[in-house]
């Protein structure tokens, strides 16, 4: 089978009041950061919407617990999902996020994805969330996303990679929220609700190459993108996995899986060149594990492939990182370009 990122049910890119929906700026139409986030510790580059209030929202929700769920915040969310959905009224689902509910109490994180969740139920929409909702009432129509595999990130909080990141002090409060997700997606089956696939391990694509490219320019680039958070993996590490073990070595409850869903955040990147280096040649094979049959394809094979797919990102004057384990056409190397 071809390499074809189109494969992908959708990617979203996110920058400071945007994101890319299937590759394409749709502004703000998939809202994240509402749902218990009301002090970011990463900046605006990290969210998609803000809220706003910085620290003394943050005061307000320590202040009040679960009380913090009130009018300002609901409306707020209320008013969004009201909007956008005028936007898209032909949307079936919604987004809530409710994710990286760092600092918050868990009952007032909780009280505000169900009241989240029934604006969206409201206004005829299939709810979906991060895997930290799992936490409240979902029910078994809604999806859950899977992102953060456990494994992984105990060996980044043991690392201490965080503290690279961030100050100190956050980074305790990160690593305490994300000590809860141990049984989220058991809990995802045990509700009946479905699985969308976004493991960090493997479709978290602003994660640093571990090989070099064979143009001397990428290095420079390749020293500077991607969340030192993310261990570096070759092309060949991303390639070499499958939805159906992803989900078995999260949970060992049978479970629904609704799609595959690769992302990249932007604390690294710069410009469109940075951008489109992370996604390739990465996005392709992603696409590829996420459109096969279990088990199809092997390295050897696809890498192949791979290089034949260069052609159609070099007539499109793409960048993207010249693997040193795959043998590209000696015509398309960026080398050799005038």
């Given at each position: 089978?071809?390499?074809?990122s189109a494969?992908i049910?959708?990617?979203?890119l996110?920058?400071?009041?945007a994101?890319y929906?299937?590759?394409t700026l749709?502004?703000?139409?998939?809202?994240?950061?509402?749902?218990g986030?009301?002090h970011?510790?990463?900046g605006?580059?990290r969210a998609?919407v803000?809220s706003?209030g910085?620290?003394?929202?943050?005061?307000r929700?320590?202040?009040a617990?679960?009380?913090?769920?009130t009018?300002?915040?609901?409306?707020?969310?209320q008013?969004?999902?009201?909007?956008?959905?005028?936007r898209?009224?032909?949307?079936?689902?919604r987004?809530?996020?409710?994710?990286e509910?760092?600092?918050?109490p868990?009952e007032a994180?909780?009280?505000?994805?169900?009241?989240?969740?029934h604006?969206?139920r409201s206004?005829?929409r299939?709810?979906?969330?991060?895997?930290?909702?799992t936490r409240?009432?979902?029910?078994?129509?809604?999806?859950v996303?899977?992102?953060i595999d456990a494994a992984?990130m105990?060996?980044?909080?043991d690392?201490g990679a965080l503290?690279?990141?961030?100050?100190?002090?956050?980074?305790a409060?990160?690593a305490?929220?994300?000590?809860?997700v141990?049984h989220d997606?058991?809990?995802?089956a045990?509700?009946g609700a479905?699985?969308l696939?976004?493991?960090?391990?493997?479709?978290?694509?602003?994660r640093?190459?571990a090989?070099?490219g064979?143009?001397a320019?990428?290095e420079a680039r390749?020293?500077?993108?991607?969340?030192?958070v993310?261990p570096?993996k070759?092309?060949?590490?991303i390639y070499?996995?499958?939805?159906?073990?992803?989900?078995?070595?999260?949970?060992?409850?049978?479970?629904?899986?609704?799609?595959?869903?690769?992302?990249l955040?932007?604390e690294?990147?710069?410009?469109?060149?940075?951008?489109?280096?992370l996604?390739?040649?990465?996005?392709?094979?992603?696409?590829?594990?996420?459109?096969?049959p279990?088990?199809a394809?092997?390295?050897?094979?696809?890498?192949?492939?791979?290089?034949v797919?260069s052609a159609?990102?070099?007539r499109?004057?793409?960048?993207w990182?010249?693997?040193?384990l795959?043998?590209?056409p000696?015509?398309l190397?960026?080398?050799?370009?005038?």
């Amino acid at each position: 089978m071809p390499c074809m990122s189109a494969s992908i049910r959708q990617i979203r890119l996110y920058r400071p009041h945007a994101t890319y929906y299937r590759g394409t700026l749709m502004g703000t139409r998939h809202v994240r950061d509402v749902t218990g986030f009301p002090h970011n510790p990463f900046g605006s580059r990290r969210a998609g919407v803000q809220s706003g209030g910085g620290d003394r929202a943050q005061e307000r929700v320590e202040d009040a617990g679960a009380d913090a769920v009130t009018s300002s915040a609901i409306t707020y969310r209320q008013a969004i999902t009201a909007a956008s959905g005028c936007r898209a009224a032909l949307d079936a689902e919604r987004h809530l996020g409710g994710n990286e509910a760092f600092g918050m109490p868990d009952e007032a994180h909780i009280a505000f994805v169900d009241r989240a969740r029934h604006i969206a139920r409201s206004l005829g929409r299939r709810v979906v969330g991060r895997q930290e909702t799992t936490r409240s009432a979902v029910g078994p129509q809604e999806v859950v996303q899977y992102w953060i595999d456990a494994a992984e990130m105990r060996e980044a909080l043991d690392s201490g990679a965080l503290t690279q990141m961030m100050p100190a002090e956050t980074a305790a409060i990160v690593a305490e929220t994300m000590a809860k997700v141990e049984h989220d997606i058991d809990r995802v089956a045990d509700k009946g609700a479905s699985i969308l696939l976004s493991p960090t391990s493997h479709l978290y694509l602003d994660r640093p190459y571990a090989e070099p490219g064979t143009d001397a320019g990428d290095e420079a680039r390749r020293a500077r993108v991607g969340l030192p958070v993310h261990p570096p993996k070759t092309v060949e590490q991303i390639y070499d996995w499958a939805p159906v073990g992803a989900l078995a070595a999260a949970t060992d409850r049978e479970a629904t899986v609704a799609g595959i869903e690769a992302v990249l955040w932007c604390e690294t990147v710069t410009s469109g060149e940075d951008l489109e280096f992370l996604l390739l040649p990465r996005l392709t094979g992603i696409a590829e594990r996420a459109w096969s049959p279990s088990g199809a394809g092997t390295w050897d094979d696809y890498r192949d492939r791979l290089a034949v797919q260069s052609a159609a990102w070099h007539r499109r004057n793409w960048t993207w990182l010249a693997s040193t384990l795959i043998d590209w056409p000696s015509h398309l190397a960026r080398s050799e370009e005038a």
